[in-house]
């Protein structure tokens, strides 16, 4: 893989772990663990049985803790704590061939990462504002199949896969901005004409 095209996947794999750490640790271990693609040497950590494992218990307590509302605000707030810190160690590793993780690789990957959690944590506090749990559940599925789907372009096509995500988070971040304003608008106290 060309420096681009590296720095396409490490950026793709960041801002997936904003939205799904577990699951997206969980799929990079299991890529490499089949040989589905060579992973650079800090990333080979994630083939561990211990790692996958562990990312495999906790992407099915996500899963379903993510389906609840309310619950799931609360998830997403105690998972900044790991989200970040995940999606910056999954750039930097991968921006490093040598093994040794760079402080600017960390600081775009923790940017990255940042950017696609807060977009999920905002949208979903927002969608948590409905009575219905219709919505929320809508919600919570959508993030599992971008994730997975992210996923699975991720190393055949980082430059793809990173345009795709890109494109989800600002769009959900244009949603965002557009229902936010529709419910101050309804909450904002009306003027009487005079």
């Known amino acids: 893989m060309t420096e681009a095209h590296l720095f396409a996947l490490g950026i793709a794999l960041a801002a997936l772990s904003g939205v799904r750490a577990y699951l997206t640790v969980f799929g990079v271990g299991l890529a490499g663990l ?38 799931d605000s609360g998830w997403d707030l105690v998972q900044t704590l790991l989200r970040v810190p995940v999606g910056a160690f999954l750039a930097a590793a991968t921006l490093s ?7 600017g690789a960390l600081a775009i990957g923790a940017s990255a990462a940042l950017l696609t959690h807060a977009v999920k944590t905002g949208t979903r506090a927002l969608i948590n504002t409905s ?15 971008v994730t997975a789907g992210g996923l699975a372009i ?29 419910v101050l608008r309804l909450l904002s106290p009306r003027t009487s004409a005079g």
């Open 97 to 103: 061939p040598d093994g040794q993780l760079s402080g």
């Open 131 to 145: 009575p219905e749990p219709m919505s929320n559940w809508t919600a919570s599925v959508g993030e599992d199949v």
């Open 34 to 71: 089949l040989g589905w693609v060579d992973l650079p040497p800090a990333l080979a950590a994630t083939t561990s049985p211990w790692v996958l494992a562990t990312a495999g218990s906790l992407t099915v307590i996500e899963f379903t803790f993510d389906k609840i509302p309310g619950v």
């Open 154 to 182: 991720v190393f055949a096509h980082p430059w793809l896969a990173l345009s795709l995500i890109l494109g989800v988070v600002l769009s959900s971040a244009l949603l965002v901005l557009w229902l936010a304003r529709k």
